[in-house]
């Protein structure tokens, strides 16, 4: 088994590459294609779902002896993925609406994806000020309540990939499955 | 010959600044090599292109900045070959465009199949530097080559009752494997009325950058609408009938209230779930805003005569 020390740093490490590509993308020494903003948009996107993503399937893993140790990495991967979704909400506010707040107005009132992506990153926001290990010891019961709330902002999340997509929601859909199938197994081994 | 409008434009561009996007590009694609060769990035190919010879330079005032042979050939809504923007430039070297032939039928009083080769011939090939809108809310500026859509159409003496022109995409699973998933209902179909067809700036291109087509972008032949949103502008074309009532078109027929029949660009008309008043411009830096979407693209003065009387806000 991995010793705990090095699987962070490992986690570290693999969630802090994405920044890195865009950071060099963005300073134009590796090349994201015509389309910046869209690409950074996109990535930071995926990022944050993908990690949402692994900090579910954590516990399911973590039944399994050999992924005991990846429990302690949920805290890290959830914070990483507030990171980027606060990256992708900045990015779409500053860079790609340059703060046009007409468009933005425009945007909340008659486009209901972004309603389902502010909805995710809301839902996040309370787990990501409650991560540190104080918060939990002294919320107790409701630190465990508060953060059923990531089921909330994955769905939402989910939702909002679908809702943006041009035409073909293959992938989208998947997430959807991965997610259902999470839930599903939850409830298995709670009953038992 | 003289330099064409896009060679002029990388001259002056050398002058103005130190390093050109081209220079960055010739020393980027060491780097780029090898990261190929170490498979971090994926090859590109530009299927055989080969140089025009002969075409009549634009002479006009560019719609703006061009953008660089690799942002046109990289970046492409092809969904024969995938959905993604750079899967037509990794996978659609699969397309073979020699022979190539178009058949013509329909209300026409010469209906046939007609060779490419012959048709390119018979054409005076000249460059148009036209602005590209995408549905998307992007753009990009490309010096196409080719010839007028109206002038090559009268030569198959449509009929009086042709109102008209429906185009076909090449339907090839083989060469066009993106057609074995169906997310449009294959082949590509577009469509103009004859009015449109004949306004002098439809054009059919079969080369970019005093280059034959490269297949990401529709080779070899393929449809330039530049006052209409990028997917009216249709690719690899095979087939043209003349007909007298409104032709299917592929995206109306997928999303009939995302994408009309018309497809003008219009910044007063958003798509349903995004927003058509600003576009931004491909190939510039990260913070480079958008700008305005201009009515018609741009090309306001030359098309909207074609649509008085006619409501874009139904006809969209
Ligand atoms: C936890 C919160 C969020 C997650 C996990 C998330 C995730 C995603 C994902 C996966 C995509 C699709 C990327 C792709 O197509 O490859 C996306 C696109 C996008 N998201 Fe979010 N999102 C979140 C919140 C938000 C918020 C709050 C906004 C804005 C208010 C927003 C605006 C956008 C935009 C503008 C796009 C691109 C749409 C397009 O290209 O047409 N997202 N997001």
């Not at chain 2, 805003?289 to 006809?315: C, K, S, W």
Request: charged fraction near 20%; proline fraction near 5%; charge should be positive.
């Amino acid at each position: 088994m991995l010793s705990i020390k090095l699987l962070k740093w490992i986690a570290f490490i693999l969630s802090l590459l994405p920044l890195i590509i865009l950071i060099l993308g963005i300073i134009n020494f590796i090349n994201l294609g015509p389309n910046i903003v869209e690409e950074v948009l996109h990535r930071t996107g995926n990022t944050s779902l993908n990690l949402l993503m692994i900090v579910l399937l954590i516990p399911l893993m973590a039944k399994h002896s050999l992924f005991r140790n990846f429990l302690i990495l949920s805290r890290m991967l959830g914070l990483f993925s507030f990171f980027y979704a606060a990256l992708h909400l900045s990015v779409y506010l500053f860079i790609d609406r340059s703060m046009s707040i007409l468009s933005i107005q425009d945007d909340f009132i008659s486009r209901p994806y972004i309603l389902a992506g502010m909805i995710a990153f809301i839902s996040i926001i309370p787990l990501a000020l409650t991560s540190f290990r104080r918060a939990q010891i002294r919320l107790k019961e409701l630190w465990k309540k508060i953060h059923q709330l990531i089921y909330l902002g994955t769905a939402s999340a989910i939702i909002h990939y679908i809702w943006q997509m041009k035409i073909d929601l293959s992938i989208p859909m998947l997430y959807l499955v991965g997610f259902l199938i999470i839930l599903e197994l939850k409830k298995g081994f709670r009953a038992t | 010959m003289s330099k064409t409008w896009s060679q002029k434009l990388r001259i002056k561009q050398f002058k103005d600044s130190e390093v050109t996007p081209e220079e960055l590009f010739d020393n980027r694609r060491a780097l780029l090599k090898s990261a190929v060769a170490l498979g971090l990035l994926p090859s590109r190919s530009y299927g055989h292109v080969t140089d025009i010879e002969g075409y009549r330079p634009w002479d006009q005032e560019s719609p703006g900045i061009l953008n660089s042979f690799e942002d046109i050939t990289n970046y492409n809504n092809f969904y024969e070959f995938g959905l993604d923007k750079a899967d037509p430039a990794r996978y659609s070297h699969t397309l073979e465009t020699h022979p190539w032939q178009i058949e013509i039928s329909g209300l026409t009083n010469k209906p046939g199949v007609y060779d490419l080769d012959e048709i390119i011939q018979s054409m005076q090939l000249e460059e148009r530097v036209y602005k590209l809108r995408c549905v998307e809310a992007w753009s990009m500026i490309v010096p196409w080559i080719g010839f007028s859509l109206g002038i090559f159409l009268k030569q198959f003496e449509p009929q009086t009752n042709a109102n008209y022109v429906q185009f076909f995409t090449l339907y090839d699973t083989d060469m066009m494997p993106g057609q074995r998933s169906r997310v449009l209902d294959w082949p590509y179909r577009e469509g103009l009325t004859m009015a449109e067809a004949m306004h002098p700036l439809s054009f059919l291109a079969t080369g970019l950058y005093g280059k034959t087509l490269p297949n990401q972008n529709g080779a070899p032949i393929r449809l330039v609408v530049p006052w209409k949103y990028g997917f009216k502008s249709i690719k690899s074309i095979v087939k043209i009938v003349f007909t007298d009532q409104k032709p299917l078109t592929s995206w109306n027929q997928a999303n009939a209230r995302e994408y009309g029949f018309y497809s003008n660009v219009n910044p007063n008309v958003s798509h349903p779930r995004w927003s058509q008043a600003y576009e931004r411009v491909l190939g510039q830096g990260f913070f480079t805003p958008r700008v305005p979407t201009e009515m018609f693209n741009g090309y306001g003065e030359q098309v909207a005569h074609l649509y008085d009387g006619l409501d874009l806000q139904i006809n969209y």
